[in-house]
């Protein structure tokens, strides 16, 4: 669909052939806390500004996650079955995070960049056999995957079938991952399930056999020291930890997937930026770059608790309030051409992360250097990326990303 600045954000439509910008620009321009009519529900405010997201996505209290991150209106039993802890507040939210965070630390991350470069190396290797192959497929695809898998302590041989099932969970719109679409069917079959996905009943069962150590998972992974943790201090129940489960898969491999992919792509339109790479100047800085214009979580909503006034426009108790931080990160008033990608910018306070809330994503750091030792192998190995054809973008308002990437290499 054509994006002539006047799309409606809530069809999934409007972003099968990539983000709608001039949508979002012509809302942060003359609009920027606007109500938006709904196909299937009651509307809700889209806050497009950098500043808005920011001053929103701080204010738990005012704006609350614990009716839900996306969209779609849930019944509160629904909302029930589905939550993860990203689905709730301080301090219910603090308690698993607090659980989980160190696995995600800075530090704790520092040490796998050995294997991230060995992995990387593998699998630029092994793409670059051919000269003609579709780059996410054969590479932005494998890393995140394969850190998915030793981070988590998940068997090799699940993961591409893990993958399979999160793209299924989380690109429930796109008829590429799943037969389910979920907003082309009125069955409600689904709808205690996270992203009322059929795929979500088959990761449970894995989940499942996690629990009853019929899988056997490595030790020295998330997933063990959670459920050790879990042992003592009953944080989670097992329905509880299946939706964790559901989460990790999902949030887990898609995410740094698209941001390696946008990375990719822009590298195809500009082959300077490949020698600008090998010039070993950016490498602090170019990540975020690249995920700032990648934008993968394009939102996430928040519930008002209360009536407030955000730019003159009333908000009411219990209206839905779309942070998009797709739009904040290409907002002028913030970032110098936006639309451009400048290795060096710097500082870069894009909001790809949920930067500023409670919410701030855990991932940031193995993100980051996933981004940048893949492209620093890429760039010791290749010289040229051309286009073969168009690159495909997944059909969601949720999760934005090149999908397909068909390229020649030299």
Known sequence: MKDDGLLDLSDHDSFSM???????????????????????GRGFWSITKHSDILKVNRDN???SSAQGIRIEDQTEEEYLARKTFQET????????????????????????????RDLAKNIIEKATKSSEFDIVEKVAKQLPMMMLGRILGLPDNDLEWLVVKGDALIGNSDPE???????????????????????????????????????????TGILSKVLDANSSEKVMEPHEFKNFFCLLIAAGNDTTRYSIAMALYQLSLDNNLIRDLRSNQYWGTCADEFIRLASPTMYFRRTATCDVSLRNKNIKKGDKVILWFVSGNRDHEVFKNPHDVILSRSPNPHVSFG???????????????????????????????????????????FICGVKSLKVRIA
Not at 89 to 112: C, G, L, N, W
Not at 190 to 197: A, C, H
Not at 377 to 394: F, G, R
């Open 177 to 219: 991952f799943t037969d389910h679409i979920v907003d082309k069917l009125d069955d409600e079959q689904y709808r205690f399930m996270p992203f009322r996905s059929p795929a979500a009943l088959d990761l449970y069962d894995y989940a499942e056999n996690i629990l009853n150590k019929k899988i056997s998972i490595n030790k």
């Open 355 to 397: 930067q500023g809330g409670v919410h701030f994503c855990l991932g940031i750091w193995l993100a980051r250097m996933e981004v940048r030792i893949l492209l620093e192998e890429l760039a010791k190995k290749i010289d040229k990326i051309d286009l073969l054809d168009n690159p495909t973008w997944t059909r969601s308002n």
């Open 89 to 116: 507040d301080p301090p219910e939210h603090r308690v698993t995070r607090m659980m989980v965070a160190p696995a995600f630390s800075q530090k704790a991350i520092a040490t796998y960049e050995e294997m991230i």
């Open 61 to 63: 209290k005012t704006f």
């Open 18 to 40: 990539g983000v709608p910008h001039l949508t979002f620009e012509r809302l942060r321009n003359e609009d920027p806390v606007y109500w938006t009519k709904e196909k299937n």
